[in-house]
């Protein structure tokens, strides 16, 4: 058990809805559906009503700083069948490239770094299967996506938000200010950053009530 999942969750019966992405920007074809991965009829871009209100919120304050720019969709909702699935997934794709002495547990802590357990208790949900969850970056006014300097997903230290914020390589700062622009505009929307990932916002779930020392998250799963 992570500590965020420790948080009592009080259900307020929220429901999924489509994120509008004629304001924002998406990733096509959705990089998991691509491979495979199982959502049946939901589709993957989709979040909770008032995370949606909360995502068009910072794409508002975006554009008065950055005009053309927009915040483009990686993934949100998330069934646990796929959150198992890319576990898997990941775990594979770090076999294929371990030391031939890395053991199954050691690479499956390497996993579960950047992963959440694929938990069916309710009690335990998995941050995106609630529909407050979405990784997402920025796309600048040419349509080209901003270098964050680490692709999204990537499970190695360069995932860590502050990563280069210490790096005195002009290209490693520009990298920084760029993840601190996309921090910035969510942050002002409300959203807690995942501490591990740059690319992890979420509102309402017990990842967002841990960090922002709420008593109870709004979201279980869906």
């Not at 307020?12 to 491979?35: D, F, N």
């Not at 901003?146 to 700062?173: L, Q, Y």
Request: charge should be negative; include cysteine; hydrophobic fraction near 35%.
């Amino acid at each position: 058990m992570k500590p965020y999942q420790q948080i009592s969750i009080v259900e307020c019966g929220e429901s999924l809805v489509p994120i509008p992405l004629e304001r924002l920007a998406a990733v096509s074809p959705h990089p998991y559906q691509e491979l495979g991965a199982p959502y049946g009829d939901k589709s993957p871009y989709m979040l909770r009503e008032t995370v949606v209100e909360r995502l068009l919120a910072a794409q508002t304050q975006l554009e008065e700083t950055h005009p053309g720019w927009r915040i483009q969709i990686f993934d949100a909702y998330r069934p646990v069948a796929v959150q198992e699935f890319m576990v898997l997934h990941t775990y594979e794709t770090l076999r294929q490239t371990a030391h031939p002495e890395t053991s199954k547990e050691e690479l499956m802590a390497q996993v579960y770094q950047f992963w959440a357990l694929p938990s069916e208790d309710p009690k335990t949900p998995p941050p995106h299967s609630t529909g407050g969850a979405i990784d997402l970056t920025l796309i600048d006014a040419s349509g080209i996506p901003v270098d964050m300097g680490s692709p999204i997903d990537e499970p190695s230290p360069r995932s860590i938000p502050d990563h280069f914020a210490a790096s005195t390589n002009p290209e490693e700062k520009r990298y920084h200010i760029s993840r601190e622009l996309l921090y910035h505009v969510m942050h002002g929307a409300g959203f807690a950053r995942h501490p591990n990932e740059w690319w992890h916002f979420s509102w309402g779930d017990q990842m967002w009530a841990w960090l922002t020392d709420r008593p109870a998250a709004r979201y279980g799963r869906v």
